[in-house]
């Protein structure tokens, strides 16, 4: 069945978002798993377009679901948080860790229209009709989210501790 072999191509795609979303490997797969349970029972109700768009349609409202489910997450005070990684020579690790952090500090709506955009590549319009908003709350919150990711990795390149030792 082509529609099939169509959502095995858009797997990578949909574990890589999952795993950005979540933040943990474990969580993505899971969700990875039951979005495409939730597209196969469903691909009749499919219209040939953006397949990929439309499975991240589903991804999200299964995300929405699943976080609607669990129990409230705690937030700490920020002196309570753990200290955020000095540069130092193994910069692109670091980098893409602190990149990690500062995306799990932004908030849902913002971190789901970055990625959208940016990681998965989708427009504006796409974007607004995977997540059902207007397109003026896709371009509101991607401006937000832009600019406090900027403000968190300023503050952590700001926050390096240690010093050159020759």
Avoid at 89 to 113: F, H, K, T
Wanted: aromatic share 6%; net charge positive.
């Amino acid at each position: 069945m082509p529609i099939q072999q169509d959502i095995v191509a858009e797997i990578p795609r949909l574990r890589r978002f999952a795993r950005a979303l979540t933040g943990d490997a474990y969580r993505a797969d899971d969700l990875v798993q039951d979005t495409l349970e939730r597209a196969l029972n469903k691909w009749m109700l499919w219209r040939p377009g953006n397949l990929r768009a439309w499975l991240l349609t589903i991804m999200h409202h299964v995300f929405i679901s699943q976080t609607r489910s669990h129990k409230a997450v705690e937030y700490y005070p920020e002196e309570m948080l753990p200290e955020l990684p000095a540069r130092a020579a193994q910069d692109e690790g670091l980098a893409l860790r602190d990149l990690d952090r500062a995306l799990a500090r932004l908030s849902l709506d913002q971190r789901q229209v970055l990625l959208l955009v940016t990681l998965e590549e989708l427009s504006y319009e796409e974007t607004a009709r995977v997540l059902n908003i207007p397109v003026g709350t896709v371009m509101s919150r991607l401006y937000r989210a832009r600019e406090r990711l900027r403000a968190l990795l300023a503050s952590q390149d700001g926050n390096a501790h240690l010093r050159v030792v020759k």
